[in-house]
């Protein structure tokens, strides 16, 4: 075939290519890299720490639930006589309290997301959804743009029993990172972080109300209930050794 013949062939494909392109855009995917680079694992399983209340850790792994949203870490709601409450925080406690029940947490593949977190779907060890319940109960939202209404049924019935969000006033978790663009990016480290820490290192370093520094091991009373604040000075141990040295003291329960 005739160099020209070829080139002329080529020329007439690319600009075919183009105009579909131009026609389409609005329904095509969005390309993520991450899922033609990464390995693509068939599920991951473990304790899970909890960082939101939409995204766990297992073994170093951050893991965000497929087709749900809730309240980012520093988000504020209304509650139903109309006072600010940290209901992002609410949600991560919630989401810790139901976890804590039932171990270890199983979670299947779905994709990578941009910030290379295994999206997946996830239980606990008796068979519980995981996304479902959040939803049901008030402490996240159905994300229809990637769950396309699977969770609208439960979302439904909490909004109905004022469960959770519902029982005030919120903005959508989508909406709320829209308007906070600055902080939407998700941090390396979270602000503050629930259950076993990262691996090896999860004593807990929690300041008291009168700025005591007092530590938790797993196993003692309070441990469960402690939430690190980083924002406030304090901070995870990687053993008890390093929790007296840098001037902490075991507590008493």
């Not at 183009?18 to 993520?32: A, D, I």
């Not at 997301?113 to 319940?133: I, M, Q």
């Amino acid at each position: 075939m005739p160099l020209r013949l070829v080139l002329v062939t080529v020329a007439a494909f690319s600009a075919l290519v183009t105009q579909f392109v131009m026609h389409n855009s609005g329904s095509l995917p969005e390309v993520n890299l991450q899922n033609i680079i990464k390995p693509r694992p068939v599920s991951i399983a473990g304790v899970a720490s909890v960082i939101d209340g939409d995204t766990i850790e297992i073994h170093g792994q951050r893991v965000r639930f497929n087709g749900i949203d809730a309240p980012e870490s520093r988000q504020y709601c209304d509650d139903a006589k109309g006072f600010e409450y940290p209901c992002g925080r609410r949600s991560a406690e919630a989401l810790d309290k139901f976890l804590a029940a039932s171990k270890p947490v199983q979670c299947s593949f779905v994709t990578w997301d941009r910030y290379g977190r295994f999206v997946g779907n996830c239980a606990r060890a008796d068979g519980a959804d995981v996304a479902a319940w959040m939803v049901e109960h008030g402490q996240a939202l159905d994300w229809p743009k990637y769950s396309y209404g699977a969770h609208a049924a439960q979302q439904a019935k909490a909004r109905a029993a004022k469960l959770g969000l519902w029982v005030g006033n919120f903005q959508a978790p989508w909406d709320w990172r829209a308007q906070h663009s600055a902080d939407a990016q998700v941090p390396s480290t979270p602000t503050f972080a629930l259950g076993g820490g990262n691996a090896g290192c999860n004593i807990k370093g929690n300041l008291s109300a009168d700025g005591e520094r007092i530590y938790h091991v797993p196993g003692q009373k309070y441990y469960s209930v402690t939430i690190i604040n980083r924002a406030k000075g304090e901070r995870w141990f990687c053993s008890e050794a390093d929790a007296l040295a840098a001037g902490w003291r075991r507590s008493r329960k």
